[in-house]
């Protein structure tokens, strides 16, 4: 059957009427493969003229520029004020589909192929909307859809579930950075006494030191020149700042993919367990660490390897780049050019408090718990992803039929 069949694309913009003063704005850097994050509150008067889609509950948004990148989301609890840019096609089930079987038939690798092979346009490739009604895709009766849509969402929810964790973890951990080393309300700190430094008052016994003093390395990634303007699909996993969330952690969805052979060729830009990456240009000041369930891995020029051999150094400098006093600093010192950025320079000469190497272990061994809880969170996702990844084209295609499966349906669906 043909998608535009049974869906309804872009049915709602704004118009004089439209009831809100402020929105909650998502463009195409806020959507990856199933996921939205860093969307903007705006005013509307203010928002930019691309803020046009409204969606509603059960809408599916599917970016139209460089479909292979493959960026959409199902909105399953939106703002009442929420709106797409209009690089998105926003997408609405009719009576004969279900809203999450639409989402996760856009979801599945040969749709994204068919856009892909009728995309128009050299340096941002894009369909239209009567590409995406042309599209055929397998439409079983409604129950069947429920089923399939009960199958692969507990693989979803188990996703999402796990992502809220990790991003609960994280915050604990600068929580902790922030009681011990901003408050100074470490283990310890009723016996204290202060002495003036460069930061400011600190503990007695403390230093001031510059980052570049601590790493073995401070540098910048590079972008391979023999790739052309679009990243393969399978391959090496390859950050760029969109890579990293706002609040810490990594997008996976975000990562590019290059090939092994461009991966060995850039050495200066090989990543290692527990590299620390630091956003220098653009959206400066994104931080996280790298784990071992990404690599191999090569990052851009935006981004600023920090390498640290100790371990316990290298969790509270992670934590240190992360707090608001470092980030800061680096805005401070930004030089506006074609793309704001910091230079590496500024990045080596930032001045760092470092605690006696005892508070240091302590705190790294608070900390890593909390890291390696994340990382096995990640690990899990991976795993979770995969299967469902497997299985979603052969429920969609009909290759699996779930007609007498005994399969519990939510309510809502049903």
């Given at each position: ?22 929105i ?9 493969t ?84 009728n ?27 429920h089923k ?16 809220r ?75 760029k ?45 994104r ?25 316990n ?13 470092f ?53 899990r ?34």
């Open positions: 059957m043909r998608l535009g069949d049974v869906i309804t694309i872009n049915p709602e913009s704004i118009h004089n009427g439209y009831p809100f003063d402020e909650e704005y998502i463009d195409i850097s806020s959507v990856g199933g996921i939205v994050m860093n969307t903007q509150m705006l005013q509307l008067a203010a928002s930019p003229s691309r803020a046009k889609r409204i969606i509603k509950k059960g809408d599916t948004l599917l970016a139209t520029v460089r479909p292979n990148l493959r960026s959409f989301w199902f909105a399953r609890n939106p703002r009442n004020n929420a709106i797409a840019s209009t690089g998105f096609a926003v997408l609405r089930a009719g009576n004969e589909i279900e809203a999450r079987f639409l989402y996760y038939s856009i979801t599945n690798q040969s749709f994204t192929d068919y856009l892909s092979a995309a128009k346009g050299s340096a941002y490739p894009a369909v239209d909307t009567d590409t995406i009604r042309r599209a055929d895709i397998y439409l079983p009766p409604l129950p069947s859809q399939i849509v009960a199958i692969l969402s507990t693989y979803d929810d188990l996703i999402e579930n796990n992502l964790r990790i991003k609960i973890l994280g915050e604990m951990a600068q929580n902790l950075y922030r009681e011990w080393f901003v408050k100074f309300l470490y283990p310890g700190h009723e016996h204290a006494s202060f002495t003036d430094s460069t930061l400011g008052f600190i503990p007695e016994g403390w230093e001031v030191v510059a980052l570049g003093d601590l790493a073995v390395v401070i540098t910048k990634g590079t972008t391979p020149t023999t790739l052309g303007k679009e990243f393969k699909i399978e391959g090496i996993n390859f950050f700042v969109e890579s990293i969330l706002q609040e810490g952690g990594i997008d996976e969805s975000k990562l590019a993919k290059i090939d092994y052979d461009t991966h060995k060729l850039l050495n200066r830009s090989q990543l290692r367990v527990g590299d620390i990456l630091f956003s220098i240009a653009g959206a400066i000041g931080t996280t660490i790298v784990p071992k369930s990404v690599l191999p891995a090569n990052t851009n020029q935006a981004l600023a390897i920090i390498r640290i051999p100790d371990e150094t290298r969790t509270y400098i992670l934590h240190c780049v992360r707090a608001d006093e980030q800061h600093f680096s805005l401070g010192h930004v030089v506006q050019t074609a793309q704001a950025n910091v230079s590496l320079g500024i990045l080596k000469s930032a001045p760092i408090m470092m605690p006696p190497k005892g508070l240091l272990g302590e705190f790294a061994a608070a900390a890593s718990s909390l890291i390696q809880m994340q990382e096995n969170l990640r690990a996702n991976i795993t979770i992803r995969r299967t469902r990844d497997l299985l979603l084209p052969r429920l969609i295609s009909g290759e699996v039929d779930v007609s007498e499966l005994d399969i519990a349906v939510p309510q809502e669906a049903a």
